[in-house]
C-alpha cells in the first residue's frame, strides 16, 4: 500500500536571517529510544529537506 506524500508547507521554515547566507544542509539529531511518531517525524523532515534541495545528515 502506498502512502500519499506529506505536505509540510509551513513546517519548516528554511530561511535565515542573512539572506547572502545559503542554507545548503541539515542535520536531524534524535536522543535515543523509542518514541512514538519518531520515524513519521524523521521521515517528513528528509522528506521537506530533500524537497527544497538540501543535503540530510541524520546523526
Known amino acids: 500500500m502506498r502512502r500519499e506524500p ?3 508547507d509551513k513546517s519548516l521554515p528554511l ?11 541539515i542535520a536531524v539529531l534524535t536522543s535515543g529510544g523509542d518514541y512514538p511518531g519518531m520515524n513519521a517525524g ?5 522528506r521537506k529537506t530533500c524537497h527544497q534541495g538540501l543535503k540530510v545528515v541524520v546523526i
Not at 530561511?15 to 544542509?25: G, I, P, V
Not at 524523521?42 to 528528509?46: E, F, K, P
Open 15 to 25: 530561511r535565515l536571517c542573512s539572506e547572502e547566507k545559503k542554507l545548503d544542509k
Open 6 to 8: 506529506i505536505l509540510l
Open 42 to 46: 524523521i521521515r517528513a523532515v528528509v
